[in-house]
């Protein structure tokens, strides 16, 4: 963490070279792409002034044609760089689905794929970072790997099909740490930033390498339709041509501006994992297999500075995202004599994972059976087992989830239940174990239950997702009310799935603002406090410190449907008034001098829901 | 007269600066002892399972097994004797005594798992042993991040202007490193007899 501030520097540095360079390309596109335009006009013998002079004052004979020519390719570049950086500006997720990548599931039994899970995990704890998505690229038998994303949040670490069977284990953790520490340097922003600035000056180029690299698969595919894969050949080859200088430009930049940080990458990769040999050692692997390291993909030529080593083999070597191979060895063991020996194909898990290779091969089912009665990858501490795995499950945690919002009282329990038993994706026997162990629970392991059960439903489709909210809403309220717990599970799994971007409207009425807080800190009060007059000294407590007036109602009924309607309300304020909320709520909780499970559960709720942090959240009881 | 309040002023800053960030690197390396205790449970639990699949096939080599059993079940204690008060040296030295003994007891069970190989074939075990390799990195790696953050800590308090500061605000004692329970012992290199 030390040199963290100083990598940030480093990366902004970077950046203003990127953009300095940038500039210069366009400059210099700019001045070139003036002959043709200038050719053509002598040539057609007409003054294109029509065309690129649309809504220009004439500035005379000479300057408007040079004016009118910038303006047009500025904005085209302009608008190419803007289209790119609003697509990338979403996650790692989109280059790392546009690549061809596919996101391992946590709960997946291929023994590889589950490695490599492990491997990623192992090093998000070496380097205090949060587990990012990891995704594998299938049929890419090369060994290579990348990291993306823009914020340390929504970064996603993926390896090609190659790597995970060519490398040890070891050598595959000091991959993974090499691209965390792409993440933890600030490098993937860069590398956002610079994919965007550069689609401005090589979409022509790339739109005319994706033409291409389709039509050689159409052909590859269907022999008996050979007529039609001819055009789109002939055109992306034109294509390719035209934008040729631009490609070669970006090809430059990214060279100047990334091969440092490959250095520093591994630097970081061997403080993380303290075996520089490791790393070496994968390095070497890719220098000595037989064939060519380089990526089939057709958007691999935009993302080629992304990688661990390099993607495309350029006609030029100073062009290369890369430093050479044999100079990372060396870096990294200075004991190293240079020499490559061709090692032959196949696996490198020899022992352990050959076993796991060979039983995965016999038998799929049994492996599943296996790991799923040994529990030990997805136990859960102090939870049932049982319950554990069904939270993993994507289908099985809707269920389970809905399990969670069941009522303290009875007859609305069994209505619930009877609902649930229902659904069509629920087992019967599975259904009574989890609810034998469900009465046992805690709150705390409950809600600990409930996030991993999110992350499984996250995996869902969508409109998988939608539906199973809808169905959640419907059983959660019985006969019109609503219990409290019942109430918090909801409202999380609502936040948890639907996220910031439901696209409310904030509310900017003050009295309806004022309403809702005080319906909030009356239900708090009444929740917290079983006399009534120390529910309204709690009241005023909280009044006090909100600098609001606000009217005690007594112990009313219908609590829980108020705190509902109450935070809809309050979820639209900006996140300053937010925190002062939370704050106020802290003081009516805290008023009496001891906080119940009741309070907790409504403060956990509220500052998840607010996404504001609260010190109380941390001392759930168990 | 304005110069003395000047200098009183900067000095006073300089001192709530200090001790903020006394205060974030403790909550650091406490956060990361936490990391650790989360490995070590993980693999407290993962031990029976272990035990459980090897002894379908080992049963005459029992005295491995027992011998992981009672390190596991020591190992347990000695995490739960640490979540009694706070961390001080005396009870990480027990902890790591403790997690050492299991460390070597798991290293024989797997030495001893080598000489069967239907059992190494066993999908579970297979499971089972890629599932412990990855706990031991995990806890390497917590132990690794637990040490890095006490060297911050215990390297800032002991520089110059904190040094000042530290002890009067109830930061004087060291944080203790993690080690090894017995470096000489772990250092040695195994023996080989030949008869």
């Known amino acids: 963490m030390h040199n963290f501030f100083k990598h940030q520097r480093q990366a902004r540095r970077k950046t203003w070279l990127l953009v300095t360079l940038f500039v210069l390309a366009v400059t210099l596109l700019i001045a070139l792409a003036h002959w043709p335009i200038l050719w053509l006009m002598r040539v057609l013998d007409s003054d294109l002034y029509i065309l690129f002079n649309y809504g220009l004052q004439p500035l005379g004979e000479g300057s408007r044609i040079h004016l009118g020519v910038t303006f047009t390719i500025g904005t085209i570049i302009m608008s190419a760089v803007l289209y790119k950086y609003l697509q990338l500006r979403r996650g790692g997720h989109v280059i790392a689905q546009q690549l061809g990548g596919e996101q391992v599931q946590s709960n997946c039994y291929d023994p590889l794929h589950r490695l490599l899970l492990n491997v990623v995990e192992e090093v998000a704890i070496a380097a205090r970072m949060p587990v990012p998505g990891v995704y594998v690229l299938k049929n890419q038998p090369s060994i290579n790997a990348f990291a993306a994303g823009y914020h340390r949040q929504d970064s996603v670490i993926a390896v090609t099909q190659g790597a995970l069977r060519l490398l040890s284990r070891e050598q595959l953790q000091a991959v993974v740490a090499h691209e965390f520490s792409h993440i933890r340097h600030g490098d993937v922003r860069l590398n956002v930033r610079m994919t965007a600035l550069l689609f401005g000056i090589t979409f022509i180029g790339q739109a005319g390498e994706n033409l291409i690299h389709g039509a050689m698969y159409a052909s590859r595919g269907q022999n008996q339709r050979g007529d039609g894969a001819g055009l789109p050949a002939i055109v992306g080859l034109i294509l390719t041509l035209f934008g040729w200088l631009g490609t070669q430009l970006g090809d430059a930049i990214k060279a100047l501006v990334c091969r440092q940080r490959e250095y520093l990458a591994d630097a970081g990769a061997a403080e993380l994992t303290r075996a520089p040999y490791d790393l070496a050692q994968a390095l070497l692997v890719i220098a000595e297999s037989p064939r060519k390291n380089t990526l089939r993909q057709s958007n691999a030529h935009l993302y080629s500075h992304l990688f661990f080593s390099d993607a495309l083999s350029p006609w030029l070597s100073w062009l290369s995202t890369h430093p050479p191979l044999s100079k990372r060895i060396r870096a990294l063991d200075p004991s190293w004599d240079g020499m490559l020996t061709e090692r032959p194909r196949g696996h490198a898990h020899a022992t352990v994972h050959g076993a796991m290779m060979a039983a995965h091969e016999q038998s799929l089912l049994q492996v599943a059976r296996h790991q799923r009665n040994s529990e030990n990858q997805i136990k859960l501490e102090g939870i049932d087992a049982n319950l554990g795995y069904l939270a993993h499950e994507p289908v099985d945690a809707q269920w389970l989830v809905m399990m969670l919002c069941l009522h303290q009282d009875w007859q609305q329990r069994q209505t619930q239940l009877r609902q649930i038993v229902a659904l069509p994706y629920v087992d019967a026997f599975k259904f009574d174990q989890a609810e034998a162990s469900l009465a046992g629970l805690g709150m705390s392991k409950k809600l600990m239950l409930l996030e991993v059960a999110i992350g499984a439903l996250r995996c869902l489709p969508l409109h998988g997702q939608r539906e199973f909210l809808a169905k959640l809403k419907n059983i959660v309220v019985v006969d019109g009310s609503l219990d409290l717990n019942a109430w918090s599970f909801y409202e999380l799994s609502v936040h948890a799935l639907s996220g910031a971007n439901s696209g409310t409207i904030g509310q900017f009425n003050r009295k309806i603002i004022a309403k809702a807080c005080e319906q909030l800190l009356n239900a708090l009060a009444s929740f917290g406090h079983s006399d009534e007059q120390q529910q309204a000294t709690a009241l005023n407590a909280a009044s006090e410190a909100l600098q609001l007036p606000m009217r005690y109602y007594g112990d009313a009924q219908c609590q829980v449907t108020r705190l509902q309607r109450a935070l809809s309300i309050v979820k639209t304020l900006p996140q300053a008034k937010k925190q002062v909320l939370i704050q106020a709520c802290q003081l009516c909780i805290s008023h009496d001098g001891e906080i119940n499970e009741a309070e907790q559960v409504i403060l956990y709720t509220l500052a998840a829901c607010l996404n504001v942090d609260s010190e109380v959240v941390s001392r759930l009881p168990g | ?195």
């Open chain 2, 1 to 195: 007269m304005t110069v003395l309040l000047i200098i009183l002023v900067v000095v006073a800053i300089a001192v709530v600066i200090i001790f903020n960030n006394l205060v974030q690197y403790k909550n650091e390396f406490q956060n990361a002892f936490a990391q650790i205790d989360v490995q070590l449970h993980r693999r407290h639990d993962l031990v029976p399972n272990l035990v459980a699949t090897a002894q379908a096939y080992l049963d005459h080599e029992n005295t491995t097994l027992k011998a992981v059993i009672a390190a596991r079940n020591q190992a347990v204690s000695a995490l739960q004797a640490l979540h009694q008060g706070n961390i001080d040296a005396t009870k990480l030295a027990q902890l790591a005594a403790s997690e050492g003994a299991l460390s070597s007891a798991l290293g024989a069970l797997q030495i001893s798992v080598e000489d069967y190989p239907d059992l190494k074939a066993d999908s579970t075990m297979a499971n089972l042993s890629e599932e412990l390799t990855s706990t031991e990195n995990r806890i390497a790696f917590a132990r690794q991040a637990y040490n890095d953050a006490v060297m911050q800590y215990n390297s800032f308090k002991q520089s110059f202007p904190p040094v000042l500061v530290a002890k009067m605000t109830g930061h004087g004692i060291d944080a203790p490193l993690l080690q090894l329970e017995d470096p000489q012992v772990q250092r040695q290199a195994p023996k080989v007899s030949f008869n």
